[in-house]
């Protein structure tokens, strides 16, 4: 008995305090265990507002999940994925995780969000049933040259589309300067040329000081850079991008100054003035982060690439 009574010392106490004891140590545990997320808790969380999925929609081709609301202010920002960076394709709704997630509140009606988030992330969600169920511009060719016009997506033919653009489907915006029509159709606007040339408005006002002198404008560098394009000449990082893609503003612009920098590039040194080409190559090149300061970007060359701390 006395080996006993050494080994619990609640059994010296008298027996409430015992019970009283047990009870606040039980207690302790069970708010360890809710402070502390379980793993399915973690896997059903967005990361980017860091609580339970809401509404959440999937990228592909990576498949990273979000909840719709947040996704939608991201993809005002940017076309990555916001965990990988890899570009976003397409958008779906997750149906299984968005399951998962109303049979995990139902065990933990604790961690569901209050009717306010619930109401102002409805409201923040811009993501539309058209994004998720895209309509392109698709022609199929046979022999007798027949061709078939604005074709539905379907789950079927993704893999083998043609690429589209998704992010400003059914864009509202009242600047709207034409969204989703050919690349060779869009209209990018005067302003286009400003900052063209990876934010740099010195080199972009080189550029545009050249296209002036000849008459040209930025629809003749689209034009001329298409033809290159076509031909092998110029690249663009989405290599599925041709002057027939149907994008948006947004997505048509990022290309378009793909292009330009290519443009600029292809320039011969004799059409320019000797002050631009008699300074010497900035070994960041294209990727330096400085050239946005005018001292900096009037003293180097930038329409060149990264020379030195490749890696």
């Known amino acids: 008995m006395k080996g006993d009574a050494d080994g619990d010392p609640n059994l010296d106490l008298p027996a409430g305090v015992a019970d009283q004891d047990r009870d606040t140590q039980a207690s302790l545990e069970v708010r360890a265990a809710a402070v502390k997320p379980d793993k399915m808790e973690e896997t059903l969380t967005c990361i980017i507002c860091q609580d339970l999925l809401h509404d959440c929609v999937s990228l592909q081709p990576c498949m990273h999940t979000f909840c719709a609301a947040c996704y939608s202010g991201w993809m005002e920002r940017s076309a990555l994925c916001p965990t990988c960076r890899c570009p976003v394709e397409r958008i779906c709704k997750n149906h299984i995780l968005n399951n998962l997630v109303e049979a995990y509140l139902l065990q933990h009606p604790d961690k569901g969000r209050s009717e306010e988030d619930m109401r102002s992330m409805a409201a923040r969600n811009g993501i539309t049933q058209d994004m998720l169920q895209p309509k392109v511009r698709r022609a199929f060719s046979d022999e007798e040259g027949s061709s078939e016009d604005l074709l539905e997506l379907s789950d079927v033919d993704s893999e ?20 989703l029509a050919p690349f060779c159709e869009l209209n ?119 020379t030195r701390f490749k890696n």
């Open 160 to 179: 083998s589309s043609d690429p589209f653009c998704h992010l400003y489907w059914g864009c509202a915006r009242t600047d709207c300067l034409g969204c």
């Open 188 to 306: 990018l606007g005067d302003r286009c040329l400003d900052g063209v040339l990876s934010n740099n408005n010195y080199e972009s006002d080189i550029l545009k000081n050249y296209l002036v002198t000849r008459g040209l404008t930025w629809k003749n560098v689209l034009t001329e850079s298409l033809v290159a394009l076509q031909r092998g000449v110029y690249l663009l990082s989405d290599y599925r991008v041709t002057g027939n893609t149907v994008l948006c503003y947004c997505c048509g612009l990022r290309s378009f100054r793909e292009l330009s920098y290519q443009y600029r590039q292809n320039i011969p040194a004799s059409e320019l003035p000797v002050a631009v080409t008699s300074r010497p190559d900035c070994y960041w090149g294209r990727n330096c982060r400085t050239q946005v300061k005018a001292h900096h970007a009037m003293k180097f060359n930038h329409i060149c690439e990264q």
